[in-house]
């Protein structure tokens, strides 16, 4: 994979990798320092320029469908981008394409009504609007369907949600939030829940805080909130796709959305890889010898190397078996990019750390930054072990089963 | 080792190892979410009421000789509180224990001239004033003292000193700081460097910033200051010790030193296990079950006890081991404590935050503050890979040698 | 812990730790090669040679209690003298202290008959005869006492038994077999069986075969095998121990077992440790450089030398815990030692062998013996998983129970 | 990669990927007993009769050219078709496509003369020869050029070899052996030695014994031996390729070597995957549950299907690199696949050892051979240490540089 970037020429965007990575280098990394300050007003004011500007080049939307206003790019050449665009965690948001709106537009294209997608899905795409979506709720295991215990009750020919969520990533500023909430609590598992579209000035959703994570209120995109909904009136018209179908969409979701968030990893452990890198050949450990020349320090560059590569092979892997039998024949390798991009990004960002010392704790550099936001990628979307489980009792159907 | 407490209880000492946890739990563990949420006014207030209450315990300074205001404990006991008192990232501070002014009351009370130990020692040790500790350059392996920059020049009958330094712990607010210079250049790599107190009003003295550390300023004693000195001249009464015993010096107070770092990290980790398996059991995964009955969670509650449990031990029988053969005897030990215990607590408090997911991520539990603060137990005090070094020349002497 | 003989000279036992370590090298360690060329007779012959001058010095049996022969010391003692054994495959069949038969004598001692003692008891602690134990079966989980299958119904005042065991160790070419068998299969889980002492002459005992381990049937005290009893009868003063009894008899074998265990593979440990050590530092790696100059291979050794320093100290407290609290008190850290010592020399034996190279793979150490034999540490007596979940089970009630 | 055989059906190979399983399951499975067992003259009868019918149906000699008898086909293929060989360890021996032979063919193939083709080449392709390769020597770093000692000086027209060699792979029975030696000992260090074909009946060449590795002498096929030259004469027509060349060949050799080696490894962890899951799901814990619905027997299925898959693709896009930019432009990726394939292999054997119990001990199944003699993975062709450093150099070239 030595140098990935210099073949890679992706069809209908018009910048070649290369040109993307140099793009944003000169134009995105230089904002990252707002980010890690909590400066968020003057970053607000710094990413819209470079939005504008990405527009113009015609590079934005890039993971959206063509027919709402986005590039229409495969599957494929959107995972390559999100490697590239992850090597910021402003990356994504520069191009239009970041979480959780990405998935939102995936949600409202495929399962909208005509009058959802004129309200909703056009604005998002074109970054007019902010979306968040609200799952996970404070007291209960987010993987556990069972579990939730936010309801929307009918109410004439609308609506009433009543529970608790909480990161609710961009909820802070957004103009409106897909929910899901339990519409029939003693149905089948999975068909218990539905998704709703809440507009953030509806009477009775209430924002009730950032949440602090890992030292960061964070602000606006950059951040997750707990959400409350008291009495939350909508319509009939607001509810996204069919009834009891909450589930079955939030998975939908999650599929592709996966192999987003795990090509994302593989750009933030490309990053802090150059990071290492970088700081290995520059740091003088004496006698003119660099960092670089110690063999623990190679032990790192070559264990990164692997697990880098590995979690970009094992992604488009998945991508080419999505795209062959579908996301629902494409469980394993999907639990299996999750588990291992994950823990490959952990163990990389830990190295990186611990080659830049002292350095590596300081917000001098955004390694820090990454470290602590990006744990988050083994618990987030199901924790590692979750993700073992499905595997496991999938591959073990092939001997007999688990069971 | 199980509940080591229960058969604790220290000779000159006034509580017990469990009245000692009760009062943490009681009257610091509440301080804490001041701490992560930045609140560091309040913070200072609420401490020095603890300390107030403390010192009228005649619980205060228990690392401290007795002749100028300590307890006197002998050194197991003192390594005994130090992992109660670790259990909070306050606990040292409330009780007059915490780096790097206890670090530098050995020092002064060592080495120190009667004049320094009236003027500097005995307010230091009541807690009337505060010090920093400036070893570390920005530009320079910690590990390595051929790379030191700052310069002391003789000037006259006092020195001049010329430089910079960065992670000076604790020197905002500081009333003065010990600081490593080289006196002289061309000297035995060994006896290049002396030690100076320098009173932080000293004119060519500048504190340049606080240095953010993942995403944390801090405050005051919570602090980690980069300091330059520009042309600072203190007088001759100012040396710390004999002329070019910089390095001897820092050493005499980096093995105990090790020590005490390592049992507080031992309290870290029996905080974090507690926070974890307090969680586990209450986190109900569906069906009544707690996520205590998977077995991967059962498996990181006995890790981690095994991790804490060798740790404990391995810092006792270093403390055995310096009582019996000094430090320089006890340099494999020493090491070994300092590698095996950052590691382990690093083990630790990951699986923390895999096991509380979500929660974990978050600053309403001050695990979140322990895991991205405490990463630095691997990279300060030299760097896993020094400590590995160090064992493995030592060892391999028996054996013939490694070179 | 470096060089822990230096300080150690056992009461009760004629020969320092250092004069102990030398006698092996000297008088056991050359006698490996036919171990592992399976030259077993050859093998025989130089053992008892041994024995006779072990018995002449004094040092036999020291695992035994004094009142049957053996030298009576206590447990820690027998911890430290296990662990210097432990560094050879045949140290401890050397001075009579080898398992299973250490194991038998404390449960003959504790609970045998006047009778069973004088006819068994006597001739195993002088090492006229020799014992194996069978409690695994080929078709179960040798750690759920529920899964036992072969029975021992009574038969006037006899009994008979029926079913297949394996891994009984040494049963070749033993006197007698110490069977656990279930007598009473309805009742309360963990008193359902007993155990019986079977001459092996008896009708109706049959040795199978010796089972193959990691290539090598072996033969004698160093071999594992699978027994049948095909209706087999003994009368009822071959019961050892209540009716019922089994378990807890099994059990309480465990324990100290367990300690036994623990501190033999601590040797096992060091004995790889110092092979691989002497082929660091004679290992040419060029320019008249030794292995032992690369960072890598400095890693192998400290993290080998914190391996086996946190294994030794653990067990060490754990007799410690033992003999404050009892078999029953101790079961988190006597299951913790197993968990720990085990993976410890798992790790320890890999690195050596991965520093030896090629010449780890031969035979022309003892390393390949131990590296592939020594793998069962991980799962008999119950695997690693096993005492997870029971270290986390006794760690959880403190915080409200796992289940 | 979830049944990778699925849509697998190599062009140019008569059998489908499925069959070639299945062969294998029905062929060759049933003779590995032997191979365990140590019975080698069985097993060659029984390999022996294997090869005839393989031969008959035209799946013989996959990895060899064309034109010289084999199936000529892309490397890819033969990747694909290694890994389903490997999952016995008489697989690539029964196709014809054996190490070391394979590697030999591809040597004479390149750089042979046509009477060295005529000679040596066709029968080693048709089977009716067998031949060893001889680099390694037991006093010397293999991985260090600079440190070999065996020696070919001229002598008139010819060649007099003195030296000694070991772990030459199948020397036991081969028909001639390729050996490297010096020839220009002051000479730059990659060119001071040349390959030699020398026929094992020659004067001077001495088989001295197969070198027991873990507990095996082995035989034949599987063995290993040491070799000595004593004053060995062969005719200049016995150098293979140019004077000065033996390094360069050698490395021609090692580099689509590595892909054969590490798709065999794949094969091999797919085996012990198999071996593994069939067990989890068979073995009764109690309570009628089976071992695999334990959650940490999960993770190690999840665990290592992500090591298998992970392995698999990093080594296919090894070969598309190799294609793309030649055997020295992919230097990273070939390094790359044999560090993290040999290790992945290692941990897939270590969980199946595990999970096994007590039977993964035993010789009844395959995998406690594969266990012992697979762990040579992470040391021949270059230990782990070495391709670190490999990849690191290289990496780091893109940074400024290692020094």
Known sequence: ??????????HGFPLSAKELTAYLETHV????????????????????????????????????PRDVGGLGLPLTTQAHLGAILGRSPLGHHAFGAQAPDAANIELLHAFGTPAQKEQYLRGLVAGELRSCFAMTEPGHAGSN?????????????????????????????ADF???????????????????????????????????????????GYASHSELAFEGCRVSAEHRLGPEGGGFLLAQAR???GRVHHCMRWVGVAERCYDIMCARLVSRDIGGGKPLASRQLAQAWVAESR????????????AVRQIEAHGTEGARVPIAAIKLHVARALDRV??????????????????????????????????????HMTTIARHELRRFGGAK
Chains 1, 2, 3, 4 share one sequence.
Not at 306 to 317: A, H, M
Request: glycine share 10%.
């Open 1 to 10: 994979m030595q140098d990935p970037l210099a073949d890679f020429s992706p």
């Open 29 to 64: 990394f230089p904002l990252e320092a707002l980010l890690s300050a909590g400066r968020h007003e003057e970053l607000a004011a710094g990413i819209a320029e470079v939005r504008q500007d990405v527009k113009a080049r015609g590079a934005w939307a890039p993971m959206a």
């Open 145 to 173: 369907p069972t579990e939730m215990s936010t309801i929307a009750r009918r109410d004439g020919d609308g609506w009433v949600l009543d529970g608790s969520k909480w990161f609710a990533t961009s909820a802070h500023g």
């Open 177 to 219: 939030c897909v929910v899901m909430a339990v519409t029939n609590p003693t149905g089948p598992v999975y068909g218990r829940a539905s998704l709703f579209i809440v507009p953030c000035g509806t009477p009775g959703f209430r924002h009730v805080r950032r949440v602090s994570v890992m030292g960061d209120e964070g602000a």
């Open 254 to 256: 999650l599929g592709p």
């Open 306 to 317: 692997v697990d880098i590569d590995t979690s970009r092979l094992l992604v488009l892997d």
């Open 349 to 386: 960002m830990d190295r990186a750390v611990q080659a830049l010392g002292a350095l590596g704790m300081t917000d001098d550099t955004i390694l820090a930054y990454l470290y602590r936001h990006e744990r988050a990628a083994r618990i987030y979307d199901g924790p590692d072990e979750v």
